[in-house]
């Protein structure tokens, strides 16, 4: 699976969108982008998916660049439940069907 | 739906001891998944079953970690003798695997493993 790059943490104020970005530069053509969040003491938690698209679900929105080679995940309006570690993963559907995690973004929501 | 259900939920052991974590997966979910996570880290592939067969254990320190999924539901995943370095998260997932394709990858909370 390609590898991906996030920013360590950062911050969000209540209330306002919360935009995470994902560089994922190697990506191949059937890899999916995923991303899961972890609030603390919890098990990882599916949030969205894509491959080409962008992609909206009650939780959140996710926006694939044309190319590919990077994501952002957008909480449109922030809580302080959505304080979490946002884990950004590229896979093959098939490949082993294992999720890869690497470090992820502390996400801070601030009041 | 339960969910993925771990016990127990936290454990402290001394050094050499044994210990066994429990997991049962989502019904129906056929391929079932143990992780570590050590602190500040995203978590780790220990192995992966599907059904009861271990198709991937690579990652397994197999000296002294040992799983079983019997009947292809529960599992449980054992330490003996536990050292300070296994101190971490132990987490469960399971999904629906079918025409190559996963569906519904879903977590247990993990049990807190610490080795004093």
């Known amino acids: 699976d390609a590898k991906t790059t996030q920013p360590t943490s950062m911050d969000c104020a209540e209330g306002r969108a919360a935009n995470l970005p994902c560089n994922h530069s190697?990506?191949?053509?059937?890899?999916?982008v995923y991303w899961y969040r972890q609030i603390h003491s919890q098990g990882p938690q599916y949030i969205i998916h894509?491959?080409?698209n962008n992609e909206t679900n009650e939780m959140a929105s996710l926006i694939i660049t044309e190319d590919r080679k990077s994501s952002t995940l957008i909480l449109p309006h922030a809580t302080l439940r959505d304080t979490a570690v946002y884990y950004c993963?590229?896979?093959?559907?098939?490949?082993?069907?294992?999720?890869?995690f690497g470090g992820g973004t502390r996400l801070m929501v601030k009041p | 739906e339960a969910g993925v259900v771990q016990s127990p939920r936290y454990k402290i052991i001394e050094k050499k001891q044994p210990v066994a974590f429990w997991c049962n997966p989502i019904?129906?979910?056929?391929?079932l998944y143990w992780y570590r996570q050590n602190l500040g880290q995203g978590p780790e592939l220990l192995i992966r079953y599907e059904n009861e067969e271990a198709v991937d254990d690579s990652q397994l320190p197999k000296d002294r970690f040992s799983a079983e999924r019997l009947k292809g539901v529960d599992s449980t995943l054992k330490i003996q003798p536990a050292e300070l370095g296994d101190s971490a998260v132990y987490l469960c997932?399971?999904?629906?695997?079918?025409?190559?394709?996963?569906?519904?990858?879903?977590f247990g909370s993990g049990t807190r493993l610490t080795v004093v």
């Open positions: 190697t990506i191949s053509g059937n890899e999916y």
């Open positions: 997932a399971s999904s629906l695997v079918g025409q190559g394709l996963s569906y519904g990858y879903t």
């Open positions: 019904s129906g979910h056929n391929t």
């Open positions: 894509g491959l080409k």
């Open positions: 993963i590229v896979r093959e559907a098939n490949a082993g069907n294992m999720l890869t």
